[in-house]
Structures are given as C-alpha cells and as structure tokens.
C-alpha cells in the first residue's frame, strides 16, 4: 500500500455549496490556479450537468490548469455523464466522478430502487464513463449508513467495471472515528480485487467529526481525501484541507503518511478563499486563524518564553554581546572628544610631538575630576595602551568582548 495520500479538493464544487460561498468563473480560475500552486491532486471543478455556469467553469478550469487532475461530477446516468466528458474537454488529466446512494433510507425514500437495481446502475454508469477515460472515480452516497456487505458487493462490481477510485463518504456526518476507520478497513479487506483501486473518503462536519474521520480512515488504508480549504461545504461544512495535511505532516509517527501539499501555500490559499466568498477566517481557526499560534494564558506565555531562552541561547548570548560592543563604542566616542592623540591619528612626527609636550605641561588637577560618560577615566593617552612611541595605527583599535 502507497504511503503517500491524494489530496482531492471539492472547494469549487462541495465547497461552493456552503450557503453564501458562490463564486463566479473568473473567481473559480483564479482559485483553481492558487490549488494548482497549493499543490493538491485533483481539483472537482464542479457538476457540469447542474447548470450551464458549473459547466463552463469545468470547462474553463479543465484548460487553464496542467500539472493537477481535474474532476467533473456525474450521477449514474448516461445524459450526465456525456455532459461531465464535454466539460472536460481539452484536460490534460480528467476524470469522471459518478455517484449513487448505497443506504437503505437513500435507496428506498429517494432512488426507489432495489439494492440489485443500485448494483446494475452503478456498474453501467461507470461502464459508460470508462469508455471515455481511464480515470473513473465512483462514489457510494451515505455509505456511512450502507449495509458493509453491500459496499463490498458494488465496489466489487464497479472495480471490475473500470472504476479506479472508491469514495466512502460520511454524507451527513453521522459517522464516529473508531466505527467509521473499522468500516474502511472491512471493506478494503473483504473488497477482493481492492488491491486495483484508491480507497477514498469524503466527510461532513455535522458532529464536528470530520477531520477526525478522515484521519482514522487514512489510518485504516484510505489513500484519498475529499477536503475543502478551511472546512467550507453543505451544510456544517467538510473536512478541512489545511487540518488534515498539517496533522500527517507533523505526526508522522502516528500516520506514516505524507502528501505533496506546499506548506507555505496554505494560508495564501485560505486566505484568497475569504477573500473571494467574503467571509473572514475565524480567529480560532486551526492552522491558519490569527489565534492560531498566539498565546493569552501566562503560564503558556511562561512556558513559551522558556523555551525560547533554551532554544535560542546562542542568539541571546550575541545580542548581549553586541550590546556590549555598543557600549563600549559609546565609551571610546566620549574619549575621542577629550583626547586629542585618538581624534586623528596618526600624526606627523612634528605634530605629535607638539601635542605631547603641550600635555606634558598642563598642570595635574588638585582632585580628579570624575568622567561625565559614565565613569570614563581622564588619564592621558598613555593609560589607553598609546604612548609616543606606539601611537595608534590605521584608526580605532580593534575592540575586544
């Protein structure tokens, strides 16, 4: 099994359905150049057969973009899958992302189709899709709710029919970690011919659960996550991008896996995402909120200021030693001011010698006076380490901490 996790961004399709987050095509482009640069897998660029704005946004996002995949969403029927292929025109790495509902409340109140008759839908659907490309990703709606056994009997069918990818959403966020990572392992396990396809998760945020979910599924052999930037989406939202990558790069020793998600991207993208669907990152939003990595608690404070000292002791030890060269500068500028023989030496032999004899002839003062920089002494040259015979040579001498 590959330990490296495919980052699939739904942000202009998923995402997009967040209440308020409508974006326009130019704005589409330019998010999807920024993901591009982000460094994310695919890009689901919309549901072509939606409307005629989500199908030239596909169209136009499947031309601009190069070096990342590009996905248009299908249900499982031939009309919607020829208009996904037609938006995808022009890709350079396309694929064709069907989906059907795969639990008993989906399959009896919504499709009204027996589970022999969800079986051959999807199994014609990404038949028809593979024709087009080899790049066909199929989708279990509510699988969260799905019967395992039936999962494992449609994957089973699809794989064998083209499909290359397998998603396992939580669709309405009812899943919990430990059930939902144990329902990824079974189906992975008991799917025969698993070993031909990427096992994929996609998870709502309705318990708050999502990254969580997406997490333990990718600890349980899921090699795909369906994220969205800042966790936008239906409803309470989807998983995160910038949460889920974060948390396999800084704990590796707990998932022992990576992707290729540019670190120093993630807050221009989130950032850019706000900016578009005129909504402000929260504050406390993981990973890329101002309060992120700010620190009100003093005992944290303490804490942080500690380890700052430890960490850092050698920049410290710098800083108080220039600290004392600027001292120390300061005390030789206020004695170039009284001190004739350091204000431009060298001199020429018959000036030194004036201006030593001149020295040599002012009068002692009955008490010595103390210096007004800060205790300088008042001694002549001499005490410097000058003398007539050792005069200062090609300026200042060179100040030693």
């Not at 350079?92 to 989906?106: C, E």
């Not at 109140?109 to 024709?131: G, I, W």
């Not at 959403?169 to 329902?183: C, F, H, N, R, S």
């Not at 944290?300 to 600027?326: F, V």
């Amino acid at each position: 099994m590959s330990n490296r996790v495919i980052i699939f961004d739904t942000t202009l399709r998923d995402g997009e359905q967040s209440p308020g987050a409508t974006m326009n095509l130019q704005e589409k482009l330019r998010m999807a150049r920024q993901l591009e640069s982000l460094g994310v897998d695919v890009i689901e660029a919309g549901f072509p057969a939606s409307s005629v704005g989500d199908f030239e946004a596909v169209h136009a996002i499947a031309n601009a973009v190069t070096d990342v995949q590009v996905a248009a969403l299908a249900r499982c029927n031939k009309n919607d899958i020829d208009r996904a292929w037609q938006a995808l025109n022009g890709a350079r790495n396309p694929r064709i992302h069907v989906f059907l509902a795969t639990s008993p409340i989906h399959m009896e109140y919504k499709l009204r189709k027996t589970p022999d008759q969800v079986v051959e839908m999807a199994v014609a659907a990404v038949r028809h899709a593979a024709k087009y490309t080899n790049n066909v990703e199929f989708s279990a709606e509510d699988a969260s709710r799905s019967n395992p056994d039936f999962l494992v009997r449609v994957f089973t069918e699809v794989i064998n029919a083209g499909a290359t990818t397998i998603n396992v959403p939580d669709t309405v966020g009812y899943a919990q970690p430990d059930e939902y990572g144990k329902l990824i392992k079974y189906v992975i396990e008991n799917t025969p011919n698993s070993h031909k396809a990427v096992f994929s998760v996609h998870c709502h945020d309705d318990l708050g659960l999502a990254v969580a979910n997406s997490l333990s599924a990718i600890q349980n052999g899921a090699r795909q996550a369906e994220v969205t930037l800042c966790g936008i989406g239906e409803r309470a939202g989807n998983a995160s991008l910038e949460e889920i990558v974060m948390a396999m790069k800084v704990r590796p020793d707990v998932y022992g896996v990576d992707c290729g998600i540019q670190n120093e991207q993630l807050y221009p993208a989130c950032r850019l995402l706000s900016l578009i669907i005129g909504r402000p990152i929260a504050a406390n939003k993981a990973i890329v909120g101002s309060n992120a990595f700010a620190h009100e608690s003093g005992i944290h404070q303490d804490g942080m200021l500690k380890t700052m000292r430890e960490e850092h002791g050698a920049i410290l030890s710098t800083l108080a030693k220039l600290e004392k060269r600027i001292a120390t500068l300061q005390q030789l500028e206020a004695s170039i001011a009284i001190n004739p023989l350091v204000v431009q030496p060298p001199y020429p032999p018959e000036e030194k010698q004036e201006l030593s004899q001149t020295w040599d002839r002012a009068p002692e003062p009955a008490e010595k006076p103390s210096s007004p920089f800060g205790g300088l002494s008042m001694d002549p040259p001499s005490s410097l380490g000058y003398s007539d015979d050792n005069p200062p040579k090609g300026g200042l001498p060179e100040l030693k901490l």
